[in-house]
């Protein structure tokens, strides 16, 4: 998302306000993207790299006490999204030199964040069908 989606979003952000002044100012719009986009990229890659031992943590954890899928799902959402609440905490108090963002730029991180989370666990943990062979043995499901 940080190298990808981010850029881009910039990039036709700053395109339409460059198209929207007269006349139209490339220079400014190139450097809003850079002076976005990069350090969303580096703060977005510190976060994932923060966030690494916490999720190898909680697959352990799932692990051992043989979770649900459901309750694996949950938990990664939650924690992918409390960890993205902070992280953005984080970066806004440094900003703006207050520890007292207000919440909805959390929200604005830590739901889609566990969005994601939730949607990507279940993608991995869903059951995978085989297909049966063309001898007419019966289809198994691999669990």
Known sequence: MAFVTTPTTTLLG???LA???SPPDVGA????????SVPTG??????????TPFTF?????????????????????????VLAALGMQIVVALWSGSWTPPPSWTLLVSVP???AAAIGT?????PIRVAAPRSGRPTTTVW
């Open 57 to 81: 943590v909680l697959g352990r954890v799932l692990v051992r006490c043989r979770a649900r899928r459901l309750t694996t799902i949950v938990a990664h959402a939650v924690l992918a999204g």
């Open 122 to 126: 279940a993608r991995l943990t869903a």
């Open 29 to 36: 719009a190139a450097l809003t993207v850079l002076l976005v």
């Open 14 to 16: 700053a395109a339409w």
């Open 19 to 21: 198209a929207a002044s």
């Open 42 to 51: 580096l703060v977005s890659l510190a976060g994932a790299v923060l966030a």
């Open 113 to 115: 964040a566990g969005l």
